[in-house]
Structures are given as structure tokens and as C-alpha cells.
């Protein structure tokens, strides 16, 4: 298997590999015998493959991966972004980055440098880095962005993918059921309509339907790419996606899992901010646009009782933005003063229960789901060959 290798031998800077390896580890290895220094290694598949989605802007995540690395190698903060902008192949990312190392050296801090790139860096990122740069800790802040987008990404992916296979059988069981009806139904009806013999009501209704599909074949295939298309854009765009999700908030049981996952958010989100020396309130106000309307200004009227001198743990659960192992966590946090570890251990336990719902649900929902396709089918042909059924009782 051929892997890609992002490496860097000495002060030399960054460089792409490509070498041939039975797993990740032994590309790395090949690679460490060359005398590179490893920064990532991903897989180059060969063949044909799907084409991939455009790109969702800025790759933040790899950025601070290598800016990191370049870091603790001994380059300063400008000398690691210009050398991240020199092998940069996207001419709109390479033009985020020279912004950035301009900014640099004009002598902004970082912070201030990543607030220009208006829309290429969320303000949770640049937050993080500001509060770093008291103490000097950018690679330490670095470091925790990471940890904390690739825990986010990763609960995202499990619901993505168990939401993959409901889909796609939803699919195939529309196609199938179209297929019934508009190419099998119809040579029942003419045989039907031959021997000249009356049908119940609902056969007959079904003959209507499966006629009208026939006639109108291509209108209907239309009309079923028309519908997956627009259930993928609701989806994939935000104004539809937030309309979704506001629907789902008002199903019980998933709106609890919805609450639950908004407030694991909001804690991991707030305790990378407090572990990189962000006060409280600022910190807050920071996470506060991570929240659902409702809880946000929930959010709005607990951070007034922090500035009043209110614990925080008391300030949450009375406005209903923790759970109850949280408001233990929390209440742990300030006896210590390891308020963001307990807010991660927070984040990570309820993303590991919203992580083992949703495998549950997707158990559960995915032989209902074929269950009901099965059973439209099976009226389909039940229905079909009911007058069959008939004509047979009647001979006997």
C-alpha cells in the first residue's frame, strides 16, 4: 500500500513523501530510517474512487498539527507559518497563510494576526491562542485545539455513520416499491382486465396507481431523485440543517440526547479554554454561540450569576445546564480548582453516552425501518394477487 508521508529532516522544512508499506506504522518507520521526523502519514488509494467534496475551507486541523511540530522544532512562530504557506498546494489557503505571516511580521500577536482571516478561522480557535499567548504556550494550546476537534469529529462521524445505512436503505426500498408499481402492477392489471372480472376496492386501487406510474415512468423517477436531492440539501445546508435540527429538539427522547450533546460540547469547548488561562466569564461568552437558542440564554442569565460571585456549579444547574453528573463534576472542579479537567471529563462522558445511544437507536430503528419497507412491499404483491386468491376460492 502506498502511503503519504509529512515529514521534516533537520532545518530543511517540511517535505512530502510517498513510500510503499504494509501499514501506517511501518511508513513511519521507512521514513524515521531516512532520518525524517514524522508530522502525519495518511494513505494515497489507488484506482478509481469516488470524486472527493470540495474542500470545507481552512484545514484547521492539520494547520495546527504541522504549526505545532514546526514549534516544538525550534522555529519561530513566523518562520513556521511562512514555511506552512511555501508547500501550501490551495492558492486560497496559501493566501489565508501569507495574511497571516504579514500580519506577523508587522508585529501583531497571533491571535490578533488569525482575527483578520475573516471567516477561515472560527473565533473558538483564535480564543484559544490569545489565551496562550499570556504565558507563552501557543504549542500547548495547539496541541489541545487538536485533541478537541478530533474528539468533536470523531462523535460526529459515528452519528454520520449510523445514519448512513437507514439512508441508503430508504433508497432501495423506495426503488424497489416504485418498480412494483410501475412495471409489475401494470401486467397484472391487463391480465386482470382480460378474464373481465371485478376487482376489490383496494386491488383496484393499486392498479390505478401502478397505470398512472407507467404512464408517467420518467415524471416518477423525477419526482424520487427530486426528493433525495432535496433531503440531502437540507442536510448539507445550514438554514435547512438548523430548521432540522429544531424539529428534532421537539421529539422527546432526542431532544434530551440534542441537550445532552450541546452541553458536551459546550463543556469540552470551555474547558480547553480555562486549561489555556482564559477567565471564566470571557470563557463563557466565548462558548456561548456553541448553544441552542434556548439554552444559550440560559447561558446568558448563569454567567450574570458568576459576576455576582455565585459558584459555578450552583449557577448551571439552576439554570438548567448541567446534568447531574456534571453538577458533581463541577462541584469537584471548584473544591480542586480543576475546573477545565473536570469540564472535559464532563464533555467525554456524555459524548460517550450520546455515542452508545445512538448505536442503540441505530439497532433498533434499522429492522423497523426494514420491517416497514417489507411490509409496503409484501401489501404491494398481497394486493396483487389477492383477486388471484379470489378467483381460486371461487372455482373451488
Request: glycine share 8%; charged share 20%.
Amino acid at each position: 500500500m502506498r502511503f503519504e508521508i509529512t515529514a521534516m529532516r533537520g532545518m530543511s522544512g517540511l517535505t512530502a513523501l510517498a513510500l510503499e508499506a504494509g501499514d501506517a506504522a511501518e511508513a513511519a518507520r521507512q521514513a524515521a530510517a531516512q532520518g525524517y521526523k514524522v508530522i502525519s502519514v495518511r494513505s494515497a488509494r489507488k484506482g478509481w474512487r469516488l470524486p472527493s467534496l470540495p474542500s470545507a475551507g481552512f484545514p484547521l486541523v492539520q494547520f495546527s498539527q504541522e504549526l505545532q511540530f514546526l514549534l516544538q522544532a525550534g522555529l519561530t512562530l513566523t518562520e513556521a507559518v511562512a514555511t506552512l504557506a511555501d508547500r501550501e498546494q490551495r492558492a486560497e489557503n496559501r493566501a489565508t497563510l501569507a495574511r497571516i505571516v504579514q500580519s506577523l511580521q508587522q508585529g501583531l500577536p497571533f491571535s490578533q494576526a488569525l482575527r483578520q482571516c475573516t471567516g477561515d478561522i472560527p473565533a473558538l480557535f483564535i480564543a484559544s491562542i490569545q489565551a496562550s499567548e499570556k504565558t507563552g504556550a501557543v504549542a500547548e494550546a495547539l496541541a489541545r485545539y487538536v485533541a478537541y476537534q478530533l474528539q468533536v469529529d470523531r462523535v460526529r462521524r459515528q452519528v454520520v455513520s449510523a445514519s448512513i445505512y437507514p439512508m441508503l436503505l430508504g433508497i432501495v426500498g423506495g426503488l424497489v416499491a416504485l418498480f412494483m408499481l410501475g412495471f409489475v402492477v401494470p401486467r397484472f392489471s391487463h391480465i386482470y382486465a382480460d378474464v373481465g372480472r371485478d376487482l376489490p376496492m383496494l386491488s383496484r386501487w393499486l392498479m390505478h396507481w401502478g397505470q398512472f406510474i407507467a404512464d408517467h415512468t420518467y415524471a416518477a423517477l423525477g419526482g424520487f431523485v427530486l426528493f433525495v436531492a432535496l433531503a440531502a440539501a437540507a442536510v448539507i445546508r445550514p438554514a435547512s440543517r438548523q430548521r432540522l435540527l429544531r424539529l428534532l429538539w421537539l421529539l422527546p427522547a432526542v431532544g434530551a440526547r440534542m441537550h445532552d450533546y450541546q452541553l458536551a460540547r459546550f463543556y469540552r469547548s470551555l474547558g480547553m479554554l480555562l486549561r489555556g488561562g482564559m477567565p471564566i466569564v470571557a470563557a463563557l461568552q466565548m462558548a456561548m454561540d456553541l448553544l441552542h437558542g434556548t439554552l444559550r440564554m440560559q447561558l446568558v442569565r448563569a454567567t450574570a450569576d458568576i459576576r455576582e460571585g455565585q459558584p459555578i456549579s450552583r449557577a448551571m444547574e439552576r439554570h438548567q445546564l448541567t446534568t447531574s453528573v456534571a453538577f458533581r463534576l463541577l462541584m469537584v472542579g471548584e473544591r480542586t480548582g480543576q475546573m477545565g479537567d473536570m469540564m472535559e471529563r464532563i464533555a467525554e462522558f456524555h459524548e460517550d453516552e450520546t455515542a452508545r445511544w445512538v448505536e442503540s437507536f441505530t439497532r433498533l430503528f434499522e429492522p423497523l425501518l426494514m420491517v416497514f419497507i417489507g411490509g409496503v412491499i409484501g401489501l404491494i404483491v398481497l394486493l396483487m394477487y389477492f383477486p388471484i386468491f379470489d378467483l381460486a376460492g371461487t372455482i373451488q
